[in-house]
């Protein structure tokens, strides 16, 4: 069974980083493309970074220049590496296989991490 299993989060306060890392189980990993996505409560989950099989990036408007995408095919693991963190960067954050030209997850979602930033 082919998983995706997401950690690195946490509390930290604003302008403060962290690096979170989704680790894939199964066989799939070095050729597909994968996405970080984040959801508060209440909302819908929102799309934030993807990197492709090649390591194209791609990053949503809101955190352009801060945030920072990365894959490890030797280790199946993919890395969202967060400087300059805002409050209104809070939420759950979860990894998937996506399809990068509709920024479309592909797979069911695993439980997540959180990340909380304090003013």
């Known amino acids: 069974q082919v998983q995706l299993v997401e950690s690195g989060g946490g509390w930290v306060q604003a302008g403060g980083s962290l690096r979170l890392s989704c680790a894939a189980s199964?066989?799939?990993?070095?050729?597909?493309?994968v996405g970080w996505y984040r959801q508060v409560p209440g909302k819908l989950r929102e799309w934030v970074a993807g990197?492709?099989?090649?390591?194209?990036?791609d990053y949503t408007d809101s955190v352009k220049g801060r945030f920072t995408i990365s894959r490890d095919n030797a280790k199946n693991t993919v890395y969202l590496q967060m400087n300059a963190l805002k409050p209104d960067d809070t939420a759950v954050y979860s990894c998937?296989?996506?399809?990068?030209?509709?920024?479309?997850?592909?797979?069911?979602w695993g439980q997540g991490t959180q990340v909380t930033v304090s003013s």
């Open positions: 998937n296989y996506y399809l990068a030209s509709a920024r479309t997850p592909l797979g069911s």
């Open positions: 199964g066989g799939i990993f070095s050729i597909a493309s």
């Open positions: 990197i492709t099989i090649r390591g194209s990036t």
